[in-house]
Nanobody
């Protein structure tokens, strides 16, 4: 069984920074894309940043230049450094990973439990 466990959310003032981390554990053969999403009540989950196993990165326009995604393939972790946080960044943040448990099986999508980020004025 594979699990994604997130950490690092919390309350921060506008203009401040937070770092989210997510660790994958369990039976893991390979991890393809890893990503961070966020969701506010009543809205669809939004893709913020994605990083492939080869290190290719894409960002949503809403966070480009402020957020930085990184991954450690040896530790099966993905992180999101969030700088210059704005009120509208308040949301529940989720990590995502496409993970294969063995060579013969395709990747499946896994999600973290979500961590609250609240930006105050």
């Amino acid at each position: 069984q594979v699990q994604l466990v997130e950490s690092g959310g919390g309350l921060v003032q506008a203009g401040g920074s937070l770092r989210l981390s997510c660790a994958a554990s369990g039976t893991i053969f390979s991890i393809n894309a890893m990503a961070w999403y966020r969701q506010v009540p009543g809205k669809q989950r939004e893709l913020l940043a994605e990083i492939t196993s080869g290190g290719n990165i894409q960002y949503a326009d809403s966070v480009k230049g402020r957020f930085t995604i990184s991954r450690d393939n040896a530790k099966n972790t993905v992180s999101l450094q969030m700088n210059n946080l704005k009120l509208e960044d308040t949301a529940v943040y989720y990590c995502y990973a496409a993970i294969s448990s063995n060579r013969a099986r395709p990747s499946y999508q896994y999600w973290g439990q979500g961590t609250q980020v609240t930006v105050s004025s």
